[in-house]
């Protein structure tokens, strides 16, 4: 007679498995430390040998601010809405974004008619909590006067992304 005992423990091994490989980055997804200080703005570079913006994905010609601070200044002054992209170096989701969604030539485009900002979840957790961000990535659309506008968890290929801007965009205009 089989004890009752040895199913749930083999249930239980596996539910915690599950949850383990869960939260894993994607498959050669690689961990890093974060980085010690970001500059206040950074240009992107998505162009690695064989990477998707080198295969006709499009280059990140993005001018991303570090500061939320600095980036409510810019949005206040051009009355432009901003992208805010909390990202981490460990998130393998933000790194496929950086690498294939924001270079997309529809993001390209539309890239002009936002403030664009980057924060390091890693260098400043009390922003998180600030914006009530609990996963990355994480891309808030905020009006000039700092209102969300709209928000995005997970990741989003290229052309969900251009969508998911024309609609902020949409909205701001509107109201």
């Not at 498959?27 to 162009?47: H, S």
């Not at 609990?134 to 969300?148: D, W």
Request: charged content about 20%; proline content about 9%; glycine content about 10%.
């Amino acid at each position: 007679m089989k004890s009752k005992g040895a199913g749930v423990g083999v249930g239980a091994g596996l539910l915690v498995l599950a949850v383990l490989l869960a939260g894993c980055p994607p498959p050669g997804g690689e961990v890093a430390a974060p980085p010690q200080k970001a500059p206040e703005a950074v240009q992107a570079q998505n162009t690695p040998e064989g990477s998707p913006a080198e295969n006709g994905a499009g280059v990140d010609k993005l001018t991303y601010l570090t500061s939320m601070e600095k980036a409510q200044e810019a949005a206040q002054a051009s009355k432009l809405p901003m992208v805010v992209d909390f990202s981490a170096e460990w998130c393998g989701w933000c790194k496929k974004m950086e690498e294939e969604s924001f270079p997309a030539p529809a993001v390209q485009a539309l890239g002009s008619r936002f403030v664009w900002v980057r924060l390091d979840a890693d260098a400043d957790p009390k922003i998180l909590d600030r914006y009530r961000v609990n996963a990355l990535p994480t891309l808030l659309i905020l009006n000039p006067s700092g209102t969300e506008i709209s928000r995005h968890v997970g990741y989003m290929p290229g052309p969900e992304l251009a969508s998911f801007l024309q609609h902020a965009l949409s909205r701001t205009e509107s109201g």
